[in-house]
């Protein structure tokens, strides 16, 4: 069952369900144009790793907290002191190598930044990419990504195809917003 099927066939909301549907109906797939929330995107998908994706919709918030409401620059000057209390938060994912991950990525989105205007625009240099070269790109600079964050993460921000089926009604509004991936299907790439 895909992620589609799943939001639009489940009979009873829970408050999981409830997380879920928000998120498919209004975050994944969406292109994001604010570094920030690029940046606590792939924060979550790190996170998520070896972890379901319902924990981390549960946690969304307190991770926004914990990491200074995504804020590249305030993370990027995170000391040891703050790896401390990150590893004493229960409201996010208590894990040494995923908070230093965190640190060190936030500190290379803003190398990157400097370097290309902002991250979004690191992100569009290297579009379109194959899955592999963009594996390869990241792999390169961030800390704990692999086959399944790097794509995860680029299709929940609109640069790869594959969040919304066809037939789903949120498609035609994921398809609104001109992802980038649309750019690559409408010259044929």
């Known amino acids: ?13 829970t408050s999981d369900y409830l997380l879920h549907r928000y998120y498919h109906d209004n975050q994944y797939g969406f292109p994001l144009e604010d570094d920030n929330e690029l940046f606590g995107r792939l924060l979550l998908e790190i996170n998520q790793a070896g972890l379901s994706w319902t924990l981390m919709l549960r946690k ?3 991770f926004r907290s914990a990491y ?3 804020s590249i620059s305030q993370v990027a000057a995170y000391a040891e002191e703050d790896v401390a209390r990150l590893l004493m938060n229960p409201g996010i ?4 190598l995923k908070v230093q ?7 290379v989105i803003l190398d990157l930044q400097q370097q ?16 592999a070269d963009w594996l390869r790109i990241f792999k390169k600079r961030f800390r704990f990504v692999g086959g399944e964050i790097v794509n995860e993460f680029l299709m929940s921000t609109g640069y790869l195809p594959g969040a919304h089926s ?3 009604p949120v498609y035609a509004s994921v398809l609104a917003q001109k992802p980038r991936w649309l750019e690559v299907q409408a010259e044929g790439l």
């Open 68 to 70: 200074s409401n995504f």
């Open 93 to 96: 994912i208590r894990n040494r």
């Open 116 to 131: 290309h205007g902002s991250f979004k625009a690191w992100l569009d240099l290297h579009h379109p990419a194959t899955k």
């Open 60 to 62: 969304q918030e307190g």
């Open 166 to 168: 066809p037939g789903c």
């Open 101 to 107: 991950a965190a640190i060190h990525n936030a500190r």
């Open 1 to 13: 069952m895909s992620y589609c099927d799943y939001i639009n066939l489940s009979p009873t909301p």
